[in-house]
């Protein structure tokens, strides 16, 4: 007994001289060696400001001096949740106009998709597509003159220095024109939609610097870029009200009206050049100035956080969320690629909660720049949000699914119209669940189950009743819809997805496809979820969930792997199946082992896509999603080989940025995806033995993490 005691006694010294060994993670050190250093110009590095409701993008100046200069880079945005616009609709389009029938074991079933059967159809789609659109809220930048008069061009600025820095939210800019320097500091303050601007230079007093506001019209294009200067007339803007700091901007675009206030520490005026443009001009003989800018949906009327207000906003708010929540830390690896996958960690964190921690499912572009005209998809918001709670911030994750129940009577309308019961979730979608059409999107079926997943990290994280009656009616709503498309065939004994069905994978071909991989085994997990949550409430078991989980059709599998579809016997040999998103392994990755899961099967469907799959043809998630396959399989070297492949789509550009090619200059969903990643391959899974599964134990790395939650 006395050696047992002595045995516990030395194994519990073992444990603290490890802990203390190990020591706390460092995390403000750890976040600030990944400060952003730019010293030259570089259009595909802007830098920005936000809070999750609202992000400013910014050039080498701090402000959006040089829009067009910056136009097909990361372009100088300022959007907000809230800033919508739409155009009116004079031909009163309706998406009736957009549908199309697909047969569907004897029905024919409605989809709204990009409708070109007439030039009326053609016209409804563009207009369903492009309306509503989320608004460049307003362009700032400076006005900088030489001594001769003439303006300052990107290549006269010398001397340029910039940094973020991502524990405070700081961005300071550093530069001179002429030989005479000018500091710039940037901050977004954390609760309101408004920047603050600290500005010093001897350019003040000579009337060389002073700041301006423009305001753009919307694009009727795929993209924003917060620089149509066209259209004057179709929209009005004006200073409405005016004291010698402090200004209103009103701006109307049809049945839209925001409005902008300015106050300044100096007394400045305003001058009109032209339409929409507005150039404040400071009256000063001092060397700094410090202004706020405000941009709100109704009337400002109160006087707005200055700087030093602002400033303390954002570093309390940051350092509140570095403390808090997850933390990887690599320092001491020798692998090459640790410092960089470290880097590409901490500033995703800080891009994703300025870009898509609000109370809506972001656009894949944040709040930066649009994409597909500023709409969210609901397939992407898994990784846009997911990792939030791996990270142990669920309540980020959380905020947006309040949206849900919002736009569930949208959500309702479409499974009724198709004849199926409870809802189907949009794919390409706006602020009111509205459906926007589209020929890939309306077919697409994996976005349906993400509400359980959300819903289940949310109790995990809470694990009490309130978190169940809370999600517990979406839940079950989701799950009816899932229920009910499923087809029976009585001839075959099985429960078939599709036909009328493109797989995550969108290479596929909706009225000649059926039960794809991935979304067999989401079915199953998210009806299985389903009826747990009806167990935890004390509920009976639904009998029509558990009827298609006990005859749901198999993985379909040829040659010893797994097909993309059922459909497909050409999975593999077909080129075009080659590419997009090899979504055969989110069978294992994004979703736990199965009953449906053969894991022999699935490690040779693993090998045969890594060794021949068209990788240049992929997009930003996919390489996390490969790395999760590769974490639950057991192969950590080939989960990190996933996550740094050398392929455009895995690039990720000074600011941390996800570039895909020339129209999709910055993707979040690759952000999302590698933290999520990042948190499976340390924290593990559920029913996962082995520490760090997704770490290579070849002795070149040194990992320690706190806070994170494991992936179920």
Known sequence: MKNLKLFFICIYALLVQHTFAQGKIDRKALVQRHTVVLSKIDTLASLSVGNGDFAFTTDITGLQTFPDFYAKGISLGTQSVWGWHRYPNTENYQIEETFKEINSHGRKIPYAVQASNSERAKAANNFLRQNPHRLQLGNLGFELFKKDGSSVKPKDLTNIHQTLNVYTGEITSQFAVEGIPVKVITVAHQQ?????????????????????????????????????????????????????????????????????????????????????????????????????????????????????????????????????????????????????????????????????ANNEPPQETGLTYNSWFGKPHLEMHWWHGVHFALWNRTDLLEKSMAWYKKVEPEARIIAERQGFEG???????????????????????????????????????????????????????????????????????????????????????????????????????????????????????????????????????????????????????????????????????????????????????????????????TWGWDFPMVAMTATRLGQPEKAVDALMMDIRTNTYLPNGHNYQDARLRLYLPGNGGLLSAVAMMCAGYDGCKTVNPGIPKNGKWKVRWEGLKKMY
Request: charged fraction near 25%; aromatic fraction near 12%.
């Open 192 to 356: 309101k939609d408004l920047i603050s601007v600290k500005v010093q230079s001897e350019l003040l007093k000579t009337g060389q610097l002073k700041y301006r506001l423009r305001l753009p019209y919307p694009t009727n294009q795929f993209t924003d870029e917060g620089n149509n200067w066209k259209n004057a007339d179709k929209h009005q803007s004006s200073l409405i009200l005016s004291t010698d700091k402090s200004f209103v901007f009103n701006h109307q675009l049809d049945d839209t009206e925001y409005f902008i206030k300015v106050e300044s520490s100096q007394a400045s005026n305003v001058l009109q050049s032209e339409a929409h443009y507005f150039v404040v001009s400071p009256d000063t003989k001092e060397n700094t100035l410090e202004f706020s800018v405000l941009f709100s949906e109704k009337l400002p009327k109160e006087t707005i956080p200055n700087f030093t207000t602002t400033l303390l906003s954002t570093k309390t708010a940051w350092r509140t969320f570095w403390s808090t929540g997850g933390v990887v830390d690599f320092a001491g690896s020798t692998d090459p690629r640790a410092k960089e996958l470290e880097r590409r960690i901490i500033l995703s964190q800080y891009l994703t909660k300025i870009q898509c």
């Open 423 to 617: 809802v189907r979730w949009q794919k390409m979608t706006d602020p009111d669940g509205k459906e926007a059409p589209s020929s890939v999107g309306a077919y697409l079926l994996w976005q349906q189950p993400h509400f359980i997943t959300f819903a289940e990290l949310a109790y995990r994280k809470h694990l009490d009743k309130a978190t169940l009656e809370k999600y517990k009616d979406l839940v079950f709503k989701t799950a009816d819809f899932m229920a009910s498309y499923a087809y029976f065939d009585a001839e075959k004994g099985r429960y078939i997805l599709g036909k009328g069905v493109i797989p995550a994978q969108e290479r596929f071909k909706p009225e000649e496809t059926f039960n794809p991989t991935y979304e067999l085994a989401y079915w199953q997990w998210a009806l299985t979820t389903a009826q747990t949550w009806r167990e935890r409430l004390g509920l009976k078991r639904n009998a029509k969930y558990d009827d298609v989980l006990k005859k749901l059709s198999p993985l379909p599998v040829q040659d010893g792997v797994y097909l993309a579809t059922e459909s497909a016997k050409d999975s593999y040999t077909n080129p075009v199946f080659l590419t997009d998103h090899p979504s055969v392994l989110c069978t294992l990755g994004m979703l736990p082992a199965s009953t449906m899961l053969n894991m022999t099967t699935m490690q040779s469907t693993f090998d045969k896509v890594w060794k021949i799959w068209h990788w240049d043809d």
